[in-house]
């Protein structure tokens, strides 16, 4: 074996897709429910897109961006995330002239430069929402509520929901002045990089996962205590309708998120199926990034899941069929002649919706037999000379055994309804 896919990339393999399509086609349906439409921006952008929009102190931008120099010296980054893509979609094609509200949802490969490990990869998959052109509060539980159907769509039971406010920047300001006179004395308890990221990105401590750095957090000062009327008001608008839609939440002063562009709601969702405390989808409000971006102030909010993660957890709890398709019928072939009749059958019959195979390697009628049961196919056509002197096949039930003649006139209508009824 010479060659190895990178690491942290991995393939998905045709037995896992029907989980993935299975996550593709509720997210679909989902989304369509709650109007929201598909959008696709392009895989890379140029570098300042990201840097700007998710912010130059933040680990995805200072760490973890696959950045490189096209061929034209212009530096390109693979999107680490869609919401920063999303936005200069907006403006580039000038949605806030088009409509009043933009609601969209996209699904994809993102790529960041991480240590891969379980639920954690390189290239990986993300499905969100975005809805850029409204403050309303009943907008964010629409996001959360969204994220949450599309999970319980899927099979999941036990989904559960971390909510803050991280308010608005003039909030954070006073909040972060205080956190970091609380923290500098306290400096030579936390990791190195909490350390670090007291002079570039002191809310990031926040969310540190170093349990010494968590003690030290836990009795500082909290961000919703710092809340401007509107924020605060806005937090509790959010609330109000999640009780109203009987959504459980858990409030968490110390969840801030690893993006820069929020400002006000911040959500995690997260599944208590199998024990998983690691969030599914991650979201909130980013109120400035349109703004950033060049645009007039436009509030939005958004979310984005990823589909590893969410695969890997249907996949234990064995949510979803493992198999999907099978063939509806195969076609075991005798000679060159009826070779040729079969591959026009076949054709024939996958016009109308039906999956059909037959041989390609030179197998016994035998071997095709087997061929045919090792793919689940429901029933196999039998052609050989004997048939085509005779001009019908015989159609054979899998499960049955039972077989019977049909005209090479009418085929194509007896086995539909044969299969379909
Ligand atoms: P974020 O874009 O960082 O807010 O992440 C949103 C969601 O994307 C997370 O909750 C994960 O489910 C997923 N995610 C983020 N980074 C990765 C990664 N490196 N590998 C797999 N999934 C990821």
Not at 29 to 41: A, G
Not at 320 to 327: A, K, M, Q, Y
Not at 355 to 372: C, F, I, P, V, W
Request: with cysteine; hydrophobic share 35%; charged share 30%.
């Amino acid at each position: 074996m010479k060659y190895y896919a990178p690491k942290g990339l991995s393939d998905v393999l045709p037995e896992e897709m029907p989980y993935w399509h299975a996550v593709g086609d509720e997210v679909r349906s989902v989304m369509s429910s709650y109007n929201y439409s598909e959008i696709r921006t392009p895989m890379m952008e140029k570098t300042e897109v990201f840097a700007r929009g998710v912010g130059e102190n933040t680990d995805v931008v200072s760490k973890e961006m696959y950045t490189f120099d096209d061929k034209g010296g212009r530096s390109m980054t693979l999107r680490p995330e869609n919401t920063a893509s999303a936005v200069r979609a907006y403006l580039e094609h000038k949605f806030y002239g088009k409509e009043e509200l933009s609601k969209w949802y996209y699904l994809g490969p993102m790529f960041r430069y991480e240590a891969p490990q379980k639920g954690r990869s390189r290239q990986f998959h993300q499905y969100g929402a975005e809805a850029i052109g409204s403050n309303d509060p009943a907008l964010d539980a629409e996001l959360i509520t969204l994220a949450i159907d599309i999970l319980t769509s899927l099979g999941l039971e036990d989904v559960g929901l971390k909510l803050n406010s991280i308010g608005c920047p003039s909030d954070r300001e006073d909040y972060v002045d205080d956190l970091v006179d609380y923290l500098e004395p306290r400096k030579e308890g936390l990791c190195s990089d909490c350390q670090a990221r007291l002079t570039t990105n002191p809310l990031r401590i926040l969310d540190c996962k170093n349990e010494r750095c968590q003690e030290i957090v836990k009795d500082g000062p909290v961000i919703t205590d710092y809340l401007c009327t509107d924020c605060q008001e806005h937090f509790d608008g959010v609330k109000s309708y999640l009780n109203e839609l009987e959504i459980d939440y858990v409030l968490e002063p110390n969840l801030v998120r690893g993006l820069d562009y929020y400002t006000k709601t911040v959500f995690e969702v997260f599944s208590e199926d199998l024990g998983a405390q690691d969030a599914l989808v991650g979201g909130g409000r980013y109120d400035e990034l349109v703004e950033l971006f060049g645009g007039d102030p436009t509030p939005a909010v958004g979310f984005a899941g990823g589909i590893e993660r969410l695969v890997l957890l249907l996949e234990e709890l064995e949510r979803v069929s493992g198999s999907e398709g099978g063939l509806d019928l195969y076609i075991a072939t005798i000679d060159d002649e009826s070779k040729q009749a079969a591959m026009k059958l076949g054709r024939e019959l996958r016009k109308v919706g039906l999956a059909t195979e037959m041989d390609y390697l030179e197998k016994s009628l035998q071997g095709q037999l087997g061929y045919a049961d090792r793919y689940d196919a429901r029933y196999t056509a039998i052609l050989g000379p004997r048939e085509i002197e005779n001009d019908e096949l015989t159609l054979r039930d899998m499960e049955s055994g039972d077989q019977v003649k049909v005209s090479l006139d009418n085929y194509v209508e007896e086995i539909v309804e044969k299969l379909i009824g």
